[in-house]
């Protein structure tokens, strides 16, 4: 089971990057995927999560509005779309996937992928 984070880089404030997580090995329709970022001297925080099967989302609040998260079935790709990106929105931004979102809320995680640094200058 494999899950392969992708399209990070550094990118001016105000712009946008699209990260994608491929996953491979097994069937993930029945889990929640998510992203996660940590700062340098920051926690690991969770922003933002899809229920694979039924599209439900969640979005932290700091991102709310300015990240979309979504699935390609076909693909077995996990996206994240960041637009109007901020300096603090700079992190290693990883992918997970976890049997609920309370799991994935508890770092209870199934799978995790290696992360993609996202760079954002000021």
């Known amino acids: 089971v494999q899950l392969q984070a992708s399209g990070g880089g550094l990118v001016q404030a105000g712009g946008s990057l699209r990260l994608s997580c491929a996953a491979s090995g097994r069937t993930f329709s029945s889990y929640i995927m998510g992203w996660f970022r940590q700062a340098p001297g920051k926690e690991r925080e969770l922003v933002a999560a899809?229920?694979?099967?039924?599209?439900?989302?969640y979005y932290a609040d700091r991102v709310k509005g300015r990240f979309t998260i979504s699935r390609n079935s076909t693909k077995n790709t996990v996206n994240l779309q960041m637009s109007s990106l901020k300096p603090e929105d700079t992190a290693v931004y990883s992918c997970?996937?976890?049997?609920?979102?309370?799991?994935?809320?508890?770092?209870?995680?199934?799978?995790w992928g290696r992360g993609t640094l996202v760079t954002v200058s000021s």
């Open positions: 997970a996937a976890a049997s609920t979102l309370a799991a994935m809320w508890l770092g209870r995680i199934d799978y």
């Open positions: 899809i229920f694979w099967g039924g599209g439900n989302t």
